[in-house]
């Protein structure tokens, strides 16, 4: 439990630098087989954090899981199916879990447990995983499938993985991307996905913008 514990700060310190934003709430973390699926309820005090795992000694596991929850709690907006692009938020956090996993296993402590290299091969693995293939530009059309696929369905895992493929390598160009991450709260349902891009991009920091910009490109 101990060691779960170090991994699990070492999730929030680098997703905290990396994002320049800090939370402030307790956090229980419960882990079970037994859930469905990984989860989080950022509005409640403390914060409530489900880990989908049978062990606590999956460690890798243990980061890809928790990064991508805590990537929902900076991002502070409560989930809701019926926010029609929140779906793309469950793309950055996919991108969150694997940023982690690569900048964990360069810490001391991964070093030190000899656990680097299978932070690594979790990260590289999580190309292979299944997904669904489009193209990604069709996405700036509303009328697109794959589109209104994804907005009756936030959780439409291939596909969205299939998007994390092709952004991830943008983000790993700077790690100021994350400093974005939060304004991801203010997309409107009443804009069309291309007009919550380009407010994404409006409303980040300055530092941000050249990665967010390249997003748009790949998309538009």
């Known amino acids: 439990m101990a060691k779960f514990d170090t991994w699990a700060k070492l999730v929030f310190s680098i997703m905290e630098k990396a994002s320049g ?3 402030t709430k307790d956090i229980n973390i419960s882990v079970s087989p037994d859930f469905e699926n990984p989860s989080t309820l950022p509005d409640k005090n403390p914060i409530q954090i489900r880990l989908s795992m049978g062990s606590l000694l999956y460690w ?3 980061v890809y899981q928790l990064a991508h929850e805590y990537c929902h ?7 809701d199916p019926q926010r029609k692009d929140e779906w793309f938020e469950e793309v950055i956090c996919e991108c969150a879990s694997r940023f982690v996993l690569i900048e964990i ?4 402590l991964a070093a030190k447990e000899l656990f680097s290299n299978h932070f690594i091969d979790y990260e590289k693995n999580l190309f292979k995983e299944e997904t669904f293939v489009f193209e990604p530009k069709k996405l700036s059309n509303e009328s697109f499938e794959v589109l209104a696929k994804l907005r009756a369905n936030h959780e439409w895992r291939e596909a969205e993985r299939h998007l994390a493929n092709l ?14 991450v939060t304004v991801l709260a203010s997309f409107k349902d009443e804009n069309s996905f291309l007009d ?3 407010l994404w991009y ?3 920091p300055n530092v941000s913008k050249p990665q967010i910009a390249k997003i748009i490109n790949l998309i538009s």
């Open 202 to 204: 409006k409303k980040s």
């Open 60 to 62: 890798a596991q243990e």
């Open 167 to 180: 952004i991830m390598p943008i983000i790993l160009e700077d790690k100021s991307f994350w400093q974005s």
């Open 105 to 108: 296993s360069t810490t001391s």
């Open 196 to 198: 919550n891009l380009n």
């Open 21 to 23: 934003k800090q939370i």
């Open 73 to 79: 709690d900076l991002i502070n907006s409560s989930y």
